[in-house]
């Protein structure tokens, strides 16, 4: 399968998506401790800068995995769009600036950080696609 980013091509390698999916063994989470070495791998690759396209599927599939286990064993109102973002964040150590680019202008990232200004769905397909995350994590439903 091929890749295209710009106007740079990406070839996925099976053989090496195999490999990863043989060194972190991704499986439907049963329970806390499960979970938490899930966390732990994801948290590991966000703080990477340019993964291979095999470590973003893996880093996919563990985010799908996180979110089913959540979702069944947590409060759903537990977070909000604006918490998620935060945890996001603070996992990549990012700071606001960091996030200027992504959604605008320096202005509406401070009111988003704050908690005063709801993230929009533009906003939201953006800070997904940064996060590799589904993009209706930023959203109120």
């Known amino acids: ?18 490999s990863l999916l043989s060194q ?3 499986r439907i989470i049963k329970n806390e401790d499960e979970n938490e070495t899930f966390l732990e791998i994801v ?3 966000l703080s990477r800068k340019n993964l ?6 893996l880093l996919e599939l563990l985010v ?17 769009p604006h918490s998620r973002l935060l945890h996001l964040m603070d996992a990549r150590s990012l700071e606001l600036a960091d996030l200027v680019e992504i959604i605008g202008t320096v202005e509406t990232a401070t009111e988003i950080v ?5 993230i929009s769905k533009k906003q939201a397909e953006a800070l997904g696609k940064f ?9 109120f439903y």
């Open 43 to 45: 948290e590991n690759l």
């Open 64 to 80: 799908k995995l996180i979110e089913d286990y959540e979702e069944t064993h947590y409060q759903l109102n537990a977070s909000t």
């Open 114 to 118: 704050n908690g005063q200004l709801e």
């Open 24 to 26: 972190y063994q991704p």
């Open 131 to 139: 996060f590799h995350v589904n993009p209706g994590l930023f959203l």
């Open 1 to 18: 399968m091929t890749k295209t980013t710009g106007k740079m091509t990406l070839t996925f390698d099976s053989d090496r998506y195999s």
């Open 52 to 57: 291979t396209p095999e470590e973003d599927t």
